[in-house]
């Protein structure tokens, strides 16, 4: 399928993303994220992530309205500080689209949303998500040894963080966020 990139929309998950959702997640490097096998799964995520106390789940929308990935700021605290994280469907992958999304959700969460520190974390061996964090002005902060388990092998995560003081550029191309 063909996605329309020249602009994207951070909007909220819609029951009807559920099919689209759940095929994201046949992907290997999804397969362990966030417990959606199906499409009631995929709805009851949906419905989960819709009105969380603390935080706050977006699709990431081409300009035809496709869902083709997720960013989201989740586990807000008292201090100001929230847990940022995100995915993209793999054919979009590479083209700048997670990049986009997390530039605008740091913009959106540090002068909307009143958050002072964004954090995010990755495994050691996804270079990928590394360059997403770079280049949405996260700045490495260290390694937590092995932090997470997936299917009996322990990895090591880089954490990363960005302040509200921090230098943020503006995404590459128009992204809006519609909350």
């Not at 847990?83 to 605008?104: F, I, K, M, N, P």
């Not at 996804?126 to 932090?147: H, K, P």
């Amino acid at each position: 399928m063909e996605y329309a990139l020249g602009r994207l929309d951070l909007r909220r998950w819609r029951t009807g993303d559920a099919l689209r959702l759940t095929a994201a997640h046949r992907d290997p490097e999804m397969a362990n994220q966030n417990g959606i096998v199906d499409r009631a799964s995929a709805v009851d995520w949906i419905g989960r992530v819709a009105d969380l106390d603390n935080g706050h789940v977006y699709a990431v929308a081409d300009a035809d309205d496709h869902p083709i990935g997720c960013v989201a700021v989740t586990n807000i605290d008292r201090h100001q500080v929230g847990w940022t994280w995100y995915w993209t469907l793999a054919e979009v992958r590479g083209q700048g689209v997670a990049r986009d999304s997390l530039r605008a959700l740091a913009n959106w969460a540090h002068r909307e949303a009143g958050l002072y520190r964004l954090e995010l974390g990755h495994r050691t061996n996804n270079a990928a998500s590394c360059a997403v964090a770079a280049g949405a002005g996260f700045l490495y902060e260290g390694l937590e040894r092995q932090r997470l388990a997936y299917d009996g092998t322990r990895y090591d995560v880089e954490r990363h963080a960005r302040l509200a003081t921090d230098p943020l550029d503006p995404p590459q191309r128009p992204v809006t966020v519609s909350i």
